[in-house]
């Protein structure tokens, strides 16, 4: 069994070509030695957050999602920024995963955060906002580097890949640092892990 750091990548984004999706892929590509990012598909099948169906039990798709959570190391979120914020679909299956307080799978998870947008901001206040939600559970995300990827367009092929060097280079440090954070969190006694 391969003791390399597992590392859940999610985009937020359920668009087939979207550029985050493709930012998470070049990170798959750039991983350092020792680590290894597994990504989560099944975020586009999480169903709206409720009370009244999480009280009969979690829905297989939020069950597998927790499950992918609880059995990593550490998470790496790439999401777009949708009208100032976090969009939607990634925030409800934050929302999911927090729960029930005091036993969610992100209780204390080492996190990082980049994100690609089509216009000037590179995402930087939607990982503001996720960062926001992040208090409650402790989850930790990794304060630097900092990953934003302004004017998408211009930094991958037609085919999706990263072809900025620049770019590239910026996610291949972020990821060394990343697997720095999350050794200084090992052994923590995280709740829920
Ligand atoms: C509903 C919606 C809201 C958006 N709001 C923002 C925004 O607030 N800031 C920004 O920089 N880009 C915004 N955009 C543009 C996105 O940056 C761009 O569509 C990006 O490519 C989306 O990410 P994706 O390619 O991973 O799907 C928005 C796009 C959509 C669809």
């Given at each position: 069994m391969s003791d390399a750091t597992r590392v859940l990548g999610i985009a937020g984004s359920l668009r087939a070509g979207s550029l985050n999706r493709s930012l998470l892929r070049a990170a798959v590509e750039l991983v350092p030695a020792g680590m290894e990012i597994r990504t989560f598909e099944?975020?586009?099948?999480i169903p709206p957050y409720n009370a009244d169906v999480e009280a009969r039990g979690d829905p297989a798709p939020v069950a597998a999602w927790k499950e992918a959570i609880r059995t990593a190391d550490a998470l790496l979120f790439v999401t777009p920024e949708y009208n100032y914020g976090v969009p939607g679909v990634l925030k409800n299956a934050f929302d999911w995963a927090s729960r029930p307080p005091g036993k969610?799978?992100?209780?204390r998870k080492p996190a990082g955060i980049m994100g690609v947008s089509?216009?000037?901001?590179?995402?930087a206040r939607a990982q503001l906002a996720l960062r926001q939600s992040f208090v409650f559970t402790e989850t930790?995300?990794?304060?630097?580097?900092e990953v934003f990827v302004p004017r998408g367009a211009e930094k991958f092929?037609?085919?999706?890949?990263?072809?900025?060097e620049r770019t590239r280079e910026a996610v291949r440090k972020f990821l060394e640092a990343l697997g720095l954070w999350i050794e200084r969190f090992r052994d923590t006694g995280r709740p829920g892990s």
């Open positions: 099944g975020l586009g099948e969610s799978p992100l209780n089509g216009g000037n901001s590179g995402t930790y995300a990794m304060l630097r580097p092929d037609p085919e999706g890949r990263l072809t900025d």
